[in-house]
């Protein structure tokens, strides 16, 4: 799917908490396609670090943050992936209705701006942009940043053999286990 166009051409139509929402939603999910690309790959249909309610990858702040923790991602882009995530808890839990001129978001809008920097590389384009449209051009360029890296990304390999041990793949491992 090529979210930065989903993102141009379907969120014209939607309500600035639903393109918030999905934003994120959009970016939590390249997060996690970027971190299990990364990991050791498992042969079961669950992932216990993803999947499930109490999966220690199961929350958009836990995948930020071992993102970053593994090196797949810089501190300031973690920052401002929290960002993003900040944004779409005012959108998510402000039942009054939220938008983009409520001073908290805006500040934050305004911070993620001044730290990616993409509309001061073209002011003039720029100078007449919505607070919403800045959210969401600043979200896609990270939103391809994301799948640019998903794209690139080498996976660590799983051990085969340590000292003193045979190798057993996880599958069987698991159903000795479970016996």
């Not at 001129?101 to 720029?126: C, F, T």
């Not at 939103?143 to 890296?149: K, Y």
């Not at 340590?162 to 190798?167: H, I, K, Q, R, T």
Request: proline content about 3%; hydrophobic content about 35%.
């Amino acid at each position: 799917m090529d979210y930065f166009e989903v993102l141009h051409a379907d969120f014209d139509k939607e309500s600035d908490r639903a393109a918030v929402i999905l934003t994120a939603s959009i970016t939590d999910e390249l997060l996690k396609s970027l971190l299990t690309a990364k990991l050791v790959p498992v042969t079961s249909s669950t992932d216990e670090l993803f999947d499930g309610p109490n999966a220690p990858l199961q929350t958009f702040s836990s995948r930020i943050e071992m993102a970053y923790r593994v090196g797949l991602i810089s501190c300031k882009f973690a920052r401002d992936l929290h960002l993003i995530r900040k944004i779409r808890n005012e959108f998510a839990h402000n039942i009054q209705g939220c938008t983009f001129e409520d001073a908290r978001v805006k500040s934050r809008i305004i911070e993620l701006n001044n730290s990616h920097g993409i509309l001061q590389r073209d002011p003039e384009k720029y100078k007449d942009i919505s607070v919403r449209n800045q959210f969401l051009e600043g979200a896609s360029w990270m939103i391809f940043h994301l799948t640019e890296l998903s794209e690139k990304i080498e996976s660590f390999k799983p051990v085969n053999e340590e000292w003193g041990y045979s190798y057993i793949d996880a599958d069987t491992l698991r159903k000795r286990s479970e016996k």
